[in-house]
Protein backbone atom coordinates (compact mmCIF):
# COMPACT_ATOMS: atom_id res chain seq x y z
CA UNK A 1 0.00 0.00 0.00
CA UNK A 2 1.49 3.16 -1.34
CA UNK A 3 0.59 6.91 0.37
CA UNK A 4 -1.39 7.98 -2.72
CA UNK A 5 -3.33 4.58 -3.01
CA UNK A 6 -6.78 6.71 -2.07
CA UNK A 7 -6.37 9.23 -4.50
CA UNK A 8 -9.13 8.28 -7.61
CA UNK A 9 -9.09 10.43 -10.25
CA UNK A 10 -7.01 13.19 -8.69
CA UNK A 11 -9.60 13.17 -6.00
CA UNK A 12 -9.29 12.30 -2.05
CA UNK A 13 -12.06 10.30 -0.73
CA UNK A 14 -12.39 11.64 2.82
CA UNK A 15 -12.68 9.09 5.33
CA UNK A 16 -11.39 8.50 9.07
CA UNK A 17 -10.01 5.20 9.37
CA UNK A 18 -7.21 3.49 10.56
CA UNK A 19 -4.75 4.95 8.75
CA UNK A 20 -5.71 8.57 9.52
CA UNK A 21 -5.43 8.01 12.60
CA UNK A 22 -2.09 6.90 13.24
CA UNK A 23 -0.99 9.53 11.16
CA UNK A 24 -2.52 12.29 13.96
CA UNK A 25 -0.99 10.28 16.66
CA UNK A 26 2.02 9.87 14.83
CA UNK A 27 2.69 13.66 14.14
CA UNK A 28 0.35 14.59 17.83
CA UNK A 29 3.26 12.63 19.74
CA UNK A 30 6.05 14.58 18.18
CA UNK A 31 3.82 17.95 19.21
CA UNK A 32 3.24 16.43 22.30
CA UNK A 33 6.73 15.71 23.27
CA UNK A 34 7.86 19.02 22.41
CA UNK A 35 5.37 20.73 24.49
CA UNK A 36 6.21 18.69 27.39
CA UNK A 37 10.06 19.36 27.27
CA UNK A 38 9.44 22.80 27.16
CA UNK A 39 7.19 22.90 30.30
CA UNK A 40 9.25 20.24 32.56
CA UNK A 41 12.55 21.60 31.50
CA UNK A 42 11.46 25.06 33.58
CA UNK A 43 11.77 23.15 36.76
CA UNK A 44 15.00 22.15 36.22
CA UNK A 45 15.89 25.58 35.66
CA UNK A 46 18.30 26.00 39.16
CA UNK A 47 19.50 22.24 38.82
CA UNK A 48 20.81 23.09 35.28
CA UNK A 49 22.50 26.85 36.61
CA UNK A 50 24.08 25.03 39.11
CA UNK A 51 25.47 21.87 37.16
CA UNK A 52 26.35 24.14 34.25
CA UNK A 53 28.05 27.09 36.41
CA UNK A 54 25.19 29.72 34.81
CA UNK A 55 22.70 32.19 35.86
CA UNK A 56 19.17 32.89 35.24
CA UNK A 57 19.88 35.05 32.24
CA UNK A 58 21.29 32.30 30.48
CA UNK A 59 19.03 29.64 31.47
CA UNK A 60 16.13 30.83 30.21
CA UNK A 61 17.32 30.66 26.43
CA UNK A 62 16.34 26.56 27.14
CA UNK A 63 12.82 28.29 26.56
CA UNK A 64 13.28 31.28 25.19
CA UNK A 65 15.57 30.12 22.30
CA UNK A 66 13.54 26.95 21.85
CA UNK A 67 10.18 29.70 21.33
CA UNK A 68 11.95 32.03 19.08
CA UNK A 69 12.73 28.91 16.67
CA UNK A 70 9.02 27.88 17.10
CA UNK A 71 8.25 31.12 15.78
CA UNK A 72 10.57 31.25 12.82
CA UNK A 73 9.74 27.76 11.93
CA UNK A 74 5.87 27.86 11.96
CA UNK A 75 5.52 30.28 9.49
CA UNK A 76 7.44 28.91 6.89
CA UNK A 77 4.69 25.61 7.03
CA UNK A 78 2.00 26.69 4.65
CA UNK A 79 5.29 26.88 1.90
CA UNK A 80 6.44 23.56 3.15
CA UNK A 81 2.94 21.85 2.66
CA UNK A 82 2.80 23.05 -0.87
CA UNK A 83 6.20 21.88 -1.84
CA UNK A 84 7.49 19.06 -0.28
CA UNK A 85 5.19 15.46 0.42
CA UNK A 86 3.54 15.48 3.84
CA UNK A 87 5.76 12.12 4.56
CA UNK A 88 8.95 13.96 3.73
CA UNK A 89 8.43 17.12 6.19
CA UNK A 90 7.19 13.92 8.78
CA UNK A 91 10.76 12.29 8.28
CA UNK A 92 12.51 15.18 8.38
CA UNK A 93 10.70 16.88 11.68
CA UNK A 94 10.94 13.71 13.30
CA UNK A 95 14.74 12.50 12.63
CA UNK A 96 15.82 16.71 13.75
CA UNK A 97 14.08 15.91 16.92
CA UNK A 98 15.12 12.88 17.79
CA UNK A 99 18.39 14.24 17.20
CA UNK A 100 17.96 17.11 19.23
CA UNK A 101 16.66 14.74 21.96
CA UNK A 102 19.68 12.39 21.75
CA UNK A 103 21.96 15.66 22.27
CA UNK A 104 20.18 17.24 24.47
CA UNK A 105 20.68 13.87 26.90
CA UNK A 106 24.38 12.99 26.72
CA UNK A 107 25.71 16.96 26.38
CA UNK A 108 28.45 17.94 28.66
CA UNK A 109 28.09 21.63 28.30
CA UNK A 110 25.67 23.81 28.52
CA UNK A 111 25.55 24.84 24.97
CA UNK A 112 25.53 21.69 23.66
CA UNK A 113 22.20 21.43 25.52
CA UNK A 114 20.51 24.44 23.94
CA UNK A 115 21.59 23.26 20.45
CA UNK A 116 19.62 20.51 21.14
CA UNK A 117 16.94 22.08 22.03
CA UNK A 118 16.63 24.54 19.05
CA UNK A 119 17.06 21.54 17.07
CA UNK A 120 14.15 20.02 18.69
CA UNK A 121 12.42 23.18 18.16
CA UNK A 122 12.82 23.02 14.59
CA UNK A 123 10.67 19.52 14.27
CA UNK A 124 8.29 20.66 16.96
CA UNK A 125 7.73 23.83 14.63
CA UNK A 126 6.93 21.52 11.52
CA UNK A 127 5.48 18.73 13.52
CA UNK A 128 2.48 20.90 15.05
CA UNK A 129 0.92 23.00 11.88
CA UNK A 130 1.25 19.16 9.91
CA UNK A 131 -0.78 17.78 12.49
CA UNK A 132 -3.82 19.93 11.92
CA UNK A 133 -3.33 20.31 8.06
CA UNK A 134 -3.46 16.00 7.92
CA UNK A 135 -7.05 16.83 9.91
CA UNK A 136 -8.10 19.56 7.88
CA UNK A 137 -7.01 17.86 4.58
CA UNK A 138 -8.72 14.10 5.50
CA UNK A 139 -11.19 14.36 7.50
CA UNK A 140 -15.03 14.53 6.65
CA UNK A 141 -16.68 17.75 7.18
CA UNK A 142 -19.29 16.11 9.31
CA UNK A 143 -16.17 14.92 11.84
CA UNK A 144 -14.34 17.95 11.57
CA UNK A 145 -14.71 18.95 15.00
CA UNK A 146 -14.35 15.56 16.88
CA UNK A 147 -10.97 15.09 14.82
CA UNK A 148 -9.97 18.85 15.50
CA UNK A 149 -11.07 18.28 18.89
CA UNK A 150 -8.89 15.38 19.18
CA UNK A 151 -5.54 16.90 18.10
CA UNK A 152 -6.50 19.35 20.60
CA UNK A 153 -6.80 17.42 23.03
CA UNK A 154 -3.27 15.91 22.09
CA UNK A 155 -1.40 18.92 22.80
CA UNK A 156 -3.80 20.00 25.32
CA UNK A 157 -2.63 17.53 27.78
CA UNK A 158 1.18 18.63 27.62
CA UNK A 159 1.26 21.52 29.28
CA UNK A 160 -0.25 19.56 32.48
CA UNK A 161 1.98 16.77 32.13
CA UNK A 162 5.19 18.85 31.69
CA UNK A 163 5.68 20.49 35.28
CA UNK A 164 4.59 17.61 37.43
CA UNK A 165 6.24 14.84 35.60
CA UNK A 166 9.27 16.82 35.15
CA UNK A 167 9.52 17.29 38.49
CA UNK A 168 8.92 13.62 39.46
CA UNK A 169 11.63 12.92 36.92
CA UNK A 170 14.45 15.17 38.37
CA UNK A 171 13.96 14.60 41.79
CA UNK A 172 14.30 11.04 41.32
CA UNK A 173 16.44 10.64 38.16
CA UNK A 174 17.73 13.53 36.86
CA UNK A 175 17.15 16.13 34.88
CA UNK A 176 18.60 13.75 31.87
CA UNK A 177 16.20 11.17 32.06
CA UNK A 178 13.67 14.21 30.48
CA UNK A 179 15.26 13.40 27.18
CA UNK A 180 15.39 9.37 27.74
CA UNK A 181 12.00 8.83 28.72
CA UNK A 182 10.88 10.33 25.26
CA UNK A 183 12.86 8.27 22.73
CA UNK A 184 10.79 5.26 22.72
CA UNK A 185 7.46 7.75 22.19
CA UNK A 186 9.30 8.94 19.45
CA UNK A 187 10.58 5.69 17.73
CA UNK A 188 6.82 4.35 17.83
CA UNK A 189 5.90 7.81 16.33
CA UNK A 190 8.29 7.19 13.46
CA UNK A 191 6.56 3.70 12.84
CA UNK A 192 3.31 4.78 12.82
CA UNK A 193 3.94 7.71 10.79
CA UNK A 194 6.20 5.65 8.17
CA UNK A 195 3.27 3.07 7.52
CA UNK A 196 -0.07 5.95 7.83
CA UNK A 197 0.89 9.07 6.56
CA UNK A 198 -0.33 9.60 3.15
CA UNK A 199 -0.16 12.23 0.42
CA UNK A 200 -3.66 13.73 -0.88
CA UNK A 201 -3.56 16.94 -3.01
CA UNK A 202 -0.23 17.58 -5.46
CA UNK A 203 2.68 19.37 -4.66
CA UNK A 204 3.72 22.47 -6.39
CA UNK A 205 7.20 24.13 -7.14
CA UNK A 206 6.52 27.57 -5.46
CA UNK A 207 8.91 30.01 -4.87
CA UNK A 208 10.57 30.37 -1.58
CA UNK A 209 10.51 34.57 -0.26
CA UNK A 210 13.47 34.77 1.23
CA UNK A 211 12.93 38.26 1.70
CA UNK A 212 9.68 38.33 3.30
CA UNK A 213 10.78 35.26 5.48
CA UNK A 214 13.59 37.44 6.85
CA UNK A 215 11.13 40.44 7.77
CA UNK A 216 8.65 38.10 9.34
CA UNK A 217 11.68 36.17 11.83
CA UNK A 218 13.03 39.61 12.25
CA UNK A 219 9.75 41.02 13.71
CA UNK A 220 8.96 37.67 16.00
CA UNK A 221 12.58 37.11 17.21
CA UNK A 222 12.83 40.74 18.14
CA UNK A 223 9.13 40.41 19.62
CA UNK A 224 10.15 37.41 21.62
CA UNK A 225 13.80 39.32 22.59
CA UNK A 226 11.45 42.33 23.75
CA UNK A 227 8.87 40.05 25.69
CA UNK A 228 11.91 37.94 27.60
CA UNK A 229 13.89 41.09 28.51
CA UNK A 230 10.63 43.29 29.79
CA UNK A 231 10.34 40.97 33.09
CA UNK A 232 13.83 41.98 33.78
CA UNK A 233 14.37 45.36 32.29
CA UNK A 234 11.01 46.74 32.42
CA UNK A 235 8.45 46.94 29.13
CA UNK A 236 10.11 50.92 29.17
CA UNK A 237 13.47 50.49 29.10
CA UNK A 238 15.30 51.87 26.00
CA UNK A 239 16.22 48.34 24.46
CA UNK A 240 12.90 47.03 25.46
CA UNK A 241 11.20 49.84 23.54
CA UNK A 242 13.98 49.72 20.60
CA UNK A 243 13.66 45.76 20.19
CA UNK A 244 9.31 46.52 19.84
CA UNK A 245 10.11 49.21 17.58
CA UNK A 246 12.20 46.60 15.27
CA UNK A 247 9.55 43.94 15.27
CA UNK A 248 6.86 46.71 14.23
CA UNK A 249 8.32 47.63 11.76
CA UNK A 250 9.84 44.35 9.97
CA UNK A 251 6.01 42.81 10.78
CA UNK A 252 4.16 45.77 8.94
CA UNK A 253 7.30 45.37 6.01
CA UNK A 254 6.33 42.03 5.63
CA UNK A 255 2.43 42.31 5.74
CA UNK A 256 2.77 44.79 2.72
CA UNK A 257 5.15 42.67 0.91
CA UNK A 258 2.66 40.03 1.34
CA UNK A 259 -0.64 41.89 0.43
CA UNK A 260 1.30 42.75 -2.65
CA UNK A 261 2.55 39.35 -4.06
CA UNK A 262 0.63 36.95 -5.65
CA UNK A 263 2.41 34.33 -4.40
CA UNK A 264 2.90 35.16 -0.61
CA UNK A 265 4.81 33.48 1.90
CA UNK A 266 1.64 33.33 4.37
CA UNK A 267 -1.72 34.71 2.61
CA UNK A 268 -2.05 37.57 5.29
CA UNK A 269 -5.37 38.25 3.22
CA UNK A 270 -6.95 35.74 5.38
CA UNK A 271 -7.49 38.61 7.82
CA UNK A 272 -10.26 40.01 5.86
CA UNK A 273 -12.47 37.35 6.60
CA UNK A 274 -13.59 38.61 9.89
CA UNK A 275 -14.93 35.17 11.22
CA UNK A 276 -11.42 34.04 10.94
CA UNK A 277 -10.15 37.04 12.48
CA UNK A 278 -12.25 37.69 14.99
CA UNK A 279 -11.68 33.93 15.62
CA UNK A 280 -8.38 34.09 15.88
CA UNK A 281 -8.02 37.04 18.11
CA UNK A 282 -10.27 34.96 20.92
CA UNK A 283 -7.83 32.01 20.74
CA UNK A 284 -4.72 34.24 21.25
CA UNK A 285 -6.21 36.00 24.22
CA UNK A 286 -7.18 32.29 25.52
CA UNK A 287 -3.54 31.60 24.91
CA UNK A 288 -2.19 34.08 26.56
CA UNK A 289 -4.94 33.89 29.86
CA UNK A 290 -3.41 29.96 29.94
CA UNK A 291 0.03 31.07 29.90
CA UNK A 292 -0.45 33.90 32.33
CA UNK A 293 -2.10 31.32 34.68
CA UNK A 294 0.48 28.87 34.01
CA UNK A 295 2.95 31.25 35.76
CA UNK A 296 0.75 32.50 38.72
CA UNK A 297 -0.65 29.56 40.07
CA UNK A 298 2.65 27.25 40.74
CA UNK A 299 3.88 30.33 42.03
CA UNK A 300 1.24 31.79 44.29
CA UNK A 301 1.16 28.51 45.83
CA UNK A 302 4.89 28.57 46.69
CA UNK A 303 5.11 31.69 47.83
CA UNK A 304 2.43 32.69 49.06
CA UNK A 305 0.48 29.66 50.56
CA UNK A 306 4.14 27.89 51.34
CA UNK A 307 3.50 24.54 49.25
CA UNK A 308 6.31 22.60 47.63
CA UNK A 309 7.21 22.34 44.66
CA UNK A 310 5.46 19.17 43.71
CA UNK A 311 2.49 19.88 44.88
CA UNK A 312 2.45 23.48 42.99
CA UNK A 313 3.50 21.41 39.69
CA UNK A 314 0.72 19.07 40.27
CA UNK A 315 -2.46 22.09 40.63
CA UNK A 316 -3.04 22.48 37.33
CA UNK A 317 -3.22 18.91 36.29
CA UNK A 318 -6.69 17.63 37.37
CA UNK A 319 -8.23 20.91 34.93
CA UNK A 320 -5.62 20.28 31.94
CA UNK A 321 -6.74 16.20 31.62
CA UNK A 322 -10.45 17.20 32.38
CA UNK A 323 -9.84 19.73 29.61
CA UNK A 324 -7.85 17.49 27.51
CA UNK A 325 -10.54 14.83 27.73
CA UNK A 326 -13.51 16.56 26.89
CA UNK A 327 -11.90 18.44 23.80
CA UNK A 328 -13.26 15.27 21.46
CA UNK A 329 -16.26 15.81 23.67
CA UNK A 330 -17.01 19.43 22.66
CA UNK A 331 -15.86 18.95 18.73
CA UNK A 332 -18.56 16.64 18.64
CA UNK A 333 -21.01 19.11 19.96
CA UNK A 334 -19.92 21.13 17.32
CA UNK A 335 -20.59 18.99 14.65
CA UNK A 336 -24.09 18.17 15.84
CA UNK A 337 -25.38 21.66 16.90
CA UNK A 338 -22.93 24.36 15.21
CA UNK A 339 -19.77 26.39 17.19
CA UNK A 340 -21.88 28.66 18.63
CA UNK A 341 -23.19 26.88 21.78
CA UNK A 342 -19.96 25.08 22.80
CA UNK A 343 -17.65 28.20 22.03
CA UNK A 344 -19.84 30.33 24.16
CA UNK A 345 -20.00 28.59 26.82
CA UNK A 346 -16.68 27.89 26.76
CA UNK A 347 -15.93 31.71 27.12
CA UNK A 348 -18.18 32.07 29.82
CA UNK A 349 -16.50 28.66 31.60
CA UNK A 350 -13.34 31.05 31.34
CA UNK A 351 -14.44 34.00 32.65
CA UNK A 352 -16.36 32.98 35.52
CA UNK A 353 -13.13 31.26 36.33
CA UNK A 354 -11.09 34.42 36.08
CA UNK A 355 -13.93 36.41 38.35
CA UNK A 356 -13.55 34.14 40.91
CA UNK A 357 -9.63 33.78 41.04
CA UNK A 358 -10.07 37.73 41.08
CA UNK A 359 -12.64 37.74 43.85
CA UNK A 360 -10.46 35.35 45.98
CA UNK A 361 -6.86 36.31 45.31
CA UNK A 362 -5.91 37.55 48.50
CA UNK A 363 -6.73 33.85 50.14
CA UNK A 364 -5.97 31.62 47.69
CA UNK A 365 -6.18 27.85 48.98
CA UNK A 366 -5.18 24.47 47.30
CA UNK A 367 -9.13 23.60 47.31
CA UNK A 368 -10.29 26.52 45.00
CA UNK A 369 -7.82 26.47 42.97
CA UNK A 370 -8.42 22.92 42.03
CA UNK A 371 -11.69 23.99 41.40
CA UNK A 372 -11.49 27.45 39.73
CA UNK A 373 -8.86 25.65 37.13
CA UNK A 374 -11.08 22.96 36.56
CA UNK A 375 -13.49 25.19 35.23
CA UNK A 376 -10.85 27.43 33.29
CA UNK A 377 -9.80 24.46 31.55
CA UNK A 378 -13.16 22.96 30.79
CA UNK A 379 -13.67 26.62 29.27
CA UNK A 380 -10.27 26.50 27.11
CA UNK A 381 -11.53 22.46 26.22
CA UNK A 382 -14.97 23.69 24.49
CA UNK A 383 -13.67 27.47 23.18
CA UNK A 384 -9.68 26.88 21.65
CA UNK A 385 -10.19 24.04 19.70
CA UNK A 386 -13.93 25.00 18.07
CA UNK A 387 -12.42 28.01 17.71
CA UNK A 388 -9.97 26.94 15.13
CA UNK A 389 -12.23 24.65 13.36
CA UNK A 390 -14.70 27.38 13.13
CA UNK A 391 -12.23 29.87 12.20
CA UNK A 392 -10.94 27.85 9.65
CA UNK A 393 -14.46 26.53 7.97
CA UNK A 394 -14.87 30.21 7.18
CA UNK A 395 -11.41 30.58 4.81
CA UNK A 396 -11.40 28.88 1.12
CA UNK A 397 -10.23 25.64 1.59
CA UNK A 398 -6.74 26.06 -0.64
CA UNK A 399 -6.28 28.95 2.28
CA UNK A 400 -6.70 26.66 5.18
CA UNK A 401 -2.37 26.18 5.17
CA UNK A 402 -2.25 30.08 5.83
CA UNK A 403 -4.43 29.68 8.41
CA UNK A 404 -3.65 27.31 10.03
CA UNK A 405 0.07 28.44 10.24
CA UNK A 406 -1.39 32.14 11.27
CA UNK A 407 -3.06 30.16 14.30
CA UNK A 408 -0.35 28.33 15.51
CA UNK A 409 2.76 30.95 15.28
CA UNK A 410 0.75 33.31 16.87
CA UNK A 411 0.04 31.53 19.28
CA UNK A 412 3.13 31.23 20.48
CA UNK A 413 3.87 34.89 20.61
CA UNK A 414 0.77 35.18 22.67
CA UNK A 415 1.90 32.69 25.45
CA UNK A 416 5.35 34.24 25.57
CA UNK A 417 3.81 37.63 26.36
CA UNK A 418 1.21 36.37 29.03
CA UNK A 419 3.93 35.21 30.99
CA UNK A 420 6.54 38.08 30.44
CA UNK A 421 3.16 40.44 31.32
CA UNK A 422 1.87 38.73 34.56
CA UNK A 423 5.52 37.96 35.60
CA UNK A 424 6.23 41.76 35.17
CA UNK A 425 3.59 42.48 37.39
CA UNK A 426 4.35 40.30 39.78
CA UNK A 427 8.09 41.25 39.84
CA UNK A 428 7.40 44.87 40.12
CA UNK A 429 4.79 44.31 43.34
CA UNK A 430 8.05 42.18 44.49
CA UNK A 431 10.17 44.63 44.31
CA UNK A 432 8.09 47.68 45.95
CA UNK A 433 7.80 45.38 49.30
CA UNK A 434 10.32 43.47 51.90
CA UNK A 435 7.42 41.18 52.58
CA UNK A 436 8.32 38.60 49.70
CA UNK A 437 4.67 36.55 50.17
CA UNK A 438 2.49 39.77 50.36
CA UNK A 439 4.21 41.50 47.35
CA UNK A 440 3.84 38.27 45.51
CA UNK A 441 0.17 38.24 46.90
CA UNK A 442 -0.96 41.64 45.45
CA UNK A 443 1.12 41.38 42.18
CA UNK A 444 -0.95 38.20 41.62
CA UNK A 445 -3.92 40.02 42.21
CA UNK A 446 -3.33 42.35 39.69
CA UNK A 447 -2.37 40.03 37.40
CA UNK A 448 -5.58 37.90 38.18
CA UNK A 449 -7.51 41.42 37.18
CA UNK A 450 -6.17 41.96 34.18
CA UNK A 451 -6.56 38.45 33.11
CA UNK A 452 -10.30 38.47 33.98
CA UNK A 453 -10.92 41.68 31.93
CA UNK A 454 -9.15 40.17 28.88
CA UNK A 455 -11.69 37.18 29.47
CA UNK A 456 -14.66 39.59 29.00
CA UNK A 457 -12.56 40.80 25.66
CA UNK A 458 -12.45 37.15 24.44
CA UNK A 459 -16.14 36.91 24.80
CA UNK A 460 -16.54 39.82 22.48
CA UNK A 461 -14.24 38.76 20.06
CA UNK A 462 -16.32 35.57 19.90
CA UNK A 463 -19.27 37.11 19.75
CA UNK A 464 -17.72 39.84 16.76
CA UNK A 465 -17.38 35.80 14.77
CA UNK A 466 -20.51 35.21 15.32
CA UNK A 467 -22.37 38.42 14.47
CA UNK A 468 -19.82 38.28 11.24
CA UNK A 469 -20.94 35.49 9.32
CA UNK A 470 -24.42 36.06 10.29
CA UNK A 471 -24.25 39.72 8.54
CA UNK A 472 -22.07 37.63 5.24
CA UNK A 473 -24.90 35.17 5.37
CA UNK A 474 -27.72 37.49 5.49
CA UNK A 475 -25.94 39.39 2.58
CA UNK A 476 -25.71 36.50 0.74
CA UNK A 477 -29.55 35.71 0.50
CA UNK A 478 -30.03 39.29 -0.35
CA UNK A 479 -28.06 38.82 -3.26
CA UNK A 480 -30.02 35.25 -4.31
CA UNK A 481 -32.79 36.68 -3.30
CA UNK A 482 -32.57 39.54 -5.81
Not at 231 to 243: D, K, N, Q
Not at 244 to 269: E, G, N, T
Amino acid sequence: MNDTDTMKDGTFEKKIDARLILSIVAAGIMSFSGVVVETAMNVTFPTLMEEFGIGTSTVQWITTGYLLVLACIIPASSYLKKRFRTKTLFVAAICMFIAGTVMSAVTPVFSLLLAGRLIQGVGTGIALPLMFNIVLEQVPEERLGLMMGIASMITAIAPAVGPSVGGLIVSSFGWRMIFITLLPLLALAFLFGIFSIRQVAETKKVSFRVMDYLFLAVGFASFIFATSTASEAGWTSLPVIVMFVVSILAIVKFYRRSVRSDAPLIDVKVFRYRPFAFSVLAILLIQFICLGLGFLIPNYAQIVSGQGALLAGCLLLPGCFAGAVLSPVSGRILDRFGAKRPILAGNLFIMIALFCFSIFSHNLTTGPVFVFYLCFALGQSFSVGNSMTNGLSHLPPEKNPDGNAVINTLQQLAGAVGTSVVSTIVASAQASSADMAQATRQGSSYSFYLLAGLSVITICCSVGAFISDSRKSGASDKVQVM
